[in-house]
């Protein structure tokens, strides 16, 4: 049972990290990148849609996406989803493709970038030790009912400090390479 419940919650921390680069996939960085799309709904046939589920998104090039609709009539509601979408960008389409350019990023626009990463780096250390929590009540209940001794209790809540520790150290790292790549001029 105490096995079962420690890979549990290590899985949940591996879950809140996955989770964590997908946040940080969305964050421009001086660097054309398709996951800053990820995000970006469009008006299609009257439905809210996701824009990689009526398009393609390439990066050819360092410093612009293009947006290939898998059908052209889409080609003003996606050019309009994007510029709306509130992410600095001034879209262009030719009849047959958006291209996006990502202009170069302001030394304020940098920082107020890396503030919006340690404030999901810090939701994601948050979201960690609250998974580490809930199994340590789980242990102590179960060791209150009798199912564990003290001694695998503490052993078990070792365990999870551990895992703990591992993962908000990967959190970090995460955020320091982010950082830099923000940073990056």
């Known amino acids: 049972m105490t096995v079962h419940s420690l890979k549990e919650a290590a899985e949940r921390m591996d879950k809140a990290i996955v989770s964590l680069g997908h946040e940080f996939g969305g964050v421009r960085t001086g660097r054309a990148s398709v996951g800053i ?58 009849g047959q493709v958006i291209r996006v350019p990502f202009p170069p990023l302001t030394e304020e626009r940098r920082k107020d970038l890396v503030k919006l990463c340690r404030g999901y780096a810090e939701e994601t250390r948050v979201a960690i030790r609250n998974i580490r929590r809930d199994a340590n009540d789980r242990f102590k209940r179960q060791e209150k009912e009798h199912e564990i001794s003290q001694d ?28 830099a790549e923000i940073m990056e001029v």
């Open 37 to 94: 799309l990820d995000k970006v709904q469009v008006e299609y046939y009257g439905a809210l849609t996701p824009l990689n589920q009526i398009a393609s998104v390439s990066a050819p090039e360092p410093q612009s996406l293009v947006v290939s609709p898998y059908d052209r009539t889409a080609l003003n509601a996606i050019e309009k989803a994007i510029r709306s979408a509130d992410l600095g960008f001034n879209p262009s389409n030719d």
């Open 152 to 179: 695998e209790l503490r052993h078990v809540e070792a365990e999870i400090q551990k895992a703990t520790d591992a993962h908000i150290a990967e959190v970090d790292e995460l955020l320091k390479r982010k950082e």
